[in-house]
């Protein structure tokens, strides 16, 4: 497994990130020992870093695996949406108390769309950084989906990590194109951010050019570290391999392919529609005004994912 330093803050990660979000209630819920495992799993293959949140309820998880894996050999970062700082404060207790640790290497501000987001997130920064000062964080960042977040991030001076959407498809991103995603990076990476990129695989619905999506963002030097969900032992030895070699296994490709999966909708949908347009099989209706799919008609083509400017349609 390759490691890079998160630009200048000095911690030391796994190419592969494991997203833990899959883990969690929001899409797999998986048992905990199951989930824990999975981390283990990983670990034991290098990966030496994993993304949470706040509201993706994977606390338990990381804290389980924490008996097996030492803390001082594991990189954990989380995000939360707190614009205050009393909900700051809240939601670094959270993370150290579920968790059972004393120091994060990464906080995060969850979302941040551009410089003025940032800016009404100024109370919750405030106490993150004076937190980084006393050494309960080691690094303070923002994850985002737009290309105006990541240039917002590099204005800032603050911000030492950035963790941006990426991909081939350029699904998700929510103000441009692939290319000037790439482009605010390079520059975040030329100012001495470190960044580590999401949704390599737009959520699953590049699931079908696994390979050749995964090897898009792998290709890009300016990237630290790509996070991915995992929710199998197959699937995290499916990355290992990829990312030191750049190619899986024709067995494990095989199985892969027949792991049952499904369109899931988060309930962030707004009811627009547009969706349900696209779908030619008319697997997604609204149901008092959110999106619905009927799994017995999807056929997972994914054409109704591109639709969604609000990024709430995914495989899992
Ligand atoms: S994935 Fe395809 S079939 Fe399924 S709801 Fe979306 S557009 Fe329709
Ligand atoms: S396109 Fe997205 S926001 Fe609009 S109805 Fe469909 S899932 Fe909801």
């Known amino acids: 497994m390759l490691y890079n330093n998160l ?38 293959q290098g990966v030496n870093f994993i993304d949470t949140a706040q509201s993706y309820g994977t606390y338990k998880y990381i804290r389980e695996s924490l008996k097996k894996i030492e803390r001082s050999k594991f990189v954990i970062f989380t995000k939360t949406y707190a614009y205050t700082k009393k909900l700051a404060e809240e939601a670094l207790k959270q993370a150290f108390d579920e968790i059972g640790i004393d120091y994060i290497d990464g906080f995060l501000l969850h979302e941040q769309e551009s410089e003025h987001t940032l ?17 309960y964080i080691r690094s303070f960042g923002i994850s985002t989906h737009n290309i105006a977040g990541v240039k917002g991030a590099i204005k800032s001076g603050y911000v030492d990590v ?29 100012k001495g951010l470190g960044v580590y990129s999401m949704k390599p695989l737009g959520g699953g619905n590049l699931i079908d050019t696994y390979e050749e999506s995964l090897k898009y ?13 995992m929710q199998s032992k197959e699937e995290i030895l499916a990355n290992v391999q990829m990312f030191d070699r750049g190619y899986v296994d024709a067995s494990l490709k095989e199985n892969l392919k027949n792991v049952n999966r499904k369109l899931l909708i988060n309930d962030w949908c ?18 008092e005004n959110k ?9 997972l083509c994914t054409y109704c994912a591109k639709e969604c400017a609000d990024f709430c349609i995914k495989v899992i």
């Open 119 to 135: 800016r009404g997130h100024y109370e919750a920064t405030e106490y993150f950084l004076k937190m980084k000062e006393k050494g």
């Open 162 to 190: 950035v963790h941006p959407l990426f991909n081939k498809a350029s699904i998700g991103i929510g103000d441009g194109e692939k290319e000037e995603m790439y482009q605010a990076i390079i520059e975040a990476k030329n």
């Open 217 to 229: 963002v792998l290709e890009k030097q300016y990237i630290d570290s790509i996070a991915i969900g």
């Open 7 to 44: 630009g200048k803050t000095g911690i030391e990660v796994s190419k592969l990130c494991y997203g833990s979000l899959t883990l969690g209630p929001m899409q797999t819920d998986m048992s905990l020992d199951k989930g824990s495992e999975l981390i283990c799993n990983a670990f034991d």
């Open 291 to 299: 999106a619905v799919v009927d799994h017995d008609k999807c056929i």
């Open 270 to 287: 707004i009811g627009c529609g547009k969706c349900v347009k696209r779908c030619n099989y008319g697997a997604i209706k609204l149901i």
